[in-house]
């Protein structure tokens, strides 16, 4: 059974930094790309960042670009985002999702219970 | 980096068939089999419901299925039950600076 889960979420100050981890198993971790997923309260579904089975490849939402940094540890079957520069609008449950292909955008098939992440001002 | 367009709200009665559209471009919808949809309960993660536009993941119901037509795709609901009431969400693959996208997501209610 594939199972992802968020850790690492929290109430951080505007300007702020936070890291978050994703455990997965269930699943060869370094055969798949995997993402990050973002909902603010309310709100719908807003693809945040890609990284491909390799690490080798990264892709950013507009809206976190530059002050967001995916990356993984295939030896850890773990997911990280490390997160700077935090505003309001990042307040969100952040999900961990996997994709179905090494590389790129196809669907996701397994997402995470997800972690909430609170900037204050 | 513009969302996919669905409609807010969609209702219908027991029994009843609806439809959600997911409007994109051909720059995605329009132009690649990888658009897929989520189903998701209040408080709950969201889980697959269609991929490649029609096909469903094992142990979804058949009472859903999808297509598409130009840079529309469409979700069909039959027999529209209670647990049925959730919000959905289309998604589709983009050859744009980013990889791909979500809708606006659309809330089922079931009368």
């Known amino acids: 059974e594939i199972q992802l889960v968020e850790s690492g979420g929290g109430v951080v100050q505007s300007g702020g930094s936070l890291r978050l981890s994703c455990a997965a198993s269930g699943f060869t971790f370094d055969d798949y790309a995997m993402h990050w997923v973002r909902q603010a309260p309310g709100k719908g579904l807003e693809w945040v960042s890609l990284?491909?089975?390799?690490?080798?490849?990264?892709y950013y939402a507009d809206s976190v670009e530059g002050r967001f940094t995916i990356s993984r540890d295939n030896s850890k079957n773990s997911l990280y985002l490390q997160m700077g520069s935090l505003r309001t609008e990042d307040t969100a449950l952040y999900y961990c999702?996997?994709?179905?292909?090494?590389?790129?955008?196809?669907?996701?098939?397994?997402w995470g219970q997800g972690t909430l992440v609170t900037v204050s001002s | 980096q513009s969302a996919l367009t669905q409609p807010a709200s969609v209702s219908g009665s027991p029994g009843q068939s609806i439809t959600i559209s997911c409007t994109g471009t051909s720059s995605d919808v329009g132009a690649y089999k990888f658009v897929s949809w989520y189903q998701q309960h209040p408080g709950k993660a969201p889980k697959l419901l269609i991929y490649?536009?029609?096909n469903r993941p094992s142990g979804v119901s058949d009472r859903f299925s999808g297509s598409k037509s130009g840079n529309t795709a469409s979700l069909t609901i039959s027999g529209l039950q209670a647990e049925d009431e959730a919000d959905y969400y289309c998604?589709?693959?983009?050859?744009?600076?980013?990889?791909?996208?979500f809708g606006t997501g659309t809330k089922v209610t079931v009368l």
């Open positions: 999702t996997k994709d179905t292909r090494f590389f790129d955008w196809t669907y996701f098939d397994s």
């Open positions: 998604g589709s693959y983009r050859n744009t600076d980013t990889p791909g996208v």
């Open positions: 490649d536009v029609t």
């Open positions: 990284i491909s089975g390799d690490g080798g490849t990264t």
